[in-house]
């Protein structure tokens, strides 16, 4: 058997001298949990480009936060879980698939909202759900996890702004969603059914967030079970150890 690699090693092999933060949370985090350990040291190479690639730390937070939802999806012990299946095919998918009695159970695709998110941010919210929409495979739930920061983001209304995204699409508010990559309106309502739910964090970076909301898509193609999308949110709601 080969000498297991440290946990001081492995932060270092992964972010080498970047100084954002990211390395006191990683090792705490690896510490916490074999299983995210594990994790980090299966995909450290990729894990390692992804530091690399940040131009800055507001890129680090976006990949510390895909990196909090692997540790909080692997806290829970009846799931697995695969990361960026799809790049093997060379497209562009979720970041995870969670594999839940031996069976892909759904897609979780992570996006980090930049900046203060408050109750007026709707547009910030339109581009966030519209671009990843769009990256969703149709053969799968596929839930999309936002997270914010900042005082003001557990004041933001997930579920009122996502069916206000739905009455501008059912209005046929073409120029809005030709702005956010797509013919029009009714090509977004084609592509909707894609998007199984959205799972918002509000302070995805304290132990206990300060607000947990999971909206259902009631025009999805496949949907998410309930008992999945409890263990999708209660991950959250629970301290990370």
Not at 178 to 185: F, K, P, S, T
Not at 204 to 211: F, G, L
Request: with cysteine; aromatic share 8%; glycine share 8%.
């Amino acid at each position: 058997m080969g000498t297991r690699v440290s946990v001081a090693d492995l932060v270092w092999a992964i972010c080498g001298d970047r100084s954002e933060g990211l390395e006191a949370w990683l090792s705490g985090r690896m510490t916490a949990s074999p299983r995210f350990r594990a994790f980090i040291e299966e995909h450290r190479d990729k894990i390692g480009k992804k530091v690399r690639a940040a131009r800055d730390a507001e890129g680090i937070r976006d990949l510390a936060l895909e990196l909090e939802t692997a540790y909080r999806l692997l806290s829970e012990r009846r799931f697995a879980l695969r990361y960026e299946a799809y790049a093997a095919g060379k497209t562009r998918g979720p970041d995870f698939t969670v594999i839940y009695k031996e069976r892909p159970a759904c897609n979780v695709e992570v996006k980090r909202l930049r900046g203060a998110l408050n109750a007026s941010a709707f547009g910030k919210w339109a581009n966030a759900v519209c671009d990843k929409t769009a990256q969703l495979p149709p053969s799968i739930a596929n839930v999309v996890l936002i997270g914010a920061q900042g005082r003001d983001a557990a004041r933001f209304d997930a579920v009122d702004a996502m069916a206000r995204l739905r009455r501008l699409a059912e209005g046929g508010d073409d120029t809005f969603f030709a702005r956010r990559g797509y013919q029009d309106a009714r090509d977004f309502l084609r592509t909707l059914p894609r998007l199984s739910a959205v799972l918002y964090i509000a302070g995805w970076d304290a132990d206990v967030p300060d607000t947990v909301v999971l909206w259902a898509n009631a025009l999805a193609k496949h949907q998410v079970t309930p008992e999945v999308a409890r263990m999708l949110a209660g991950m959250w709601m629970q301290a990370a150890e």
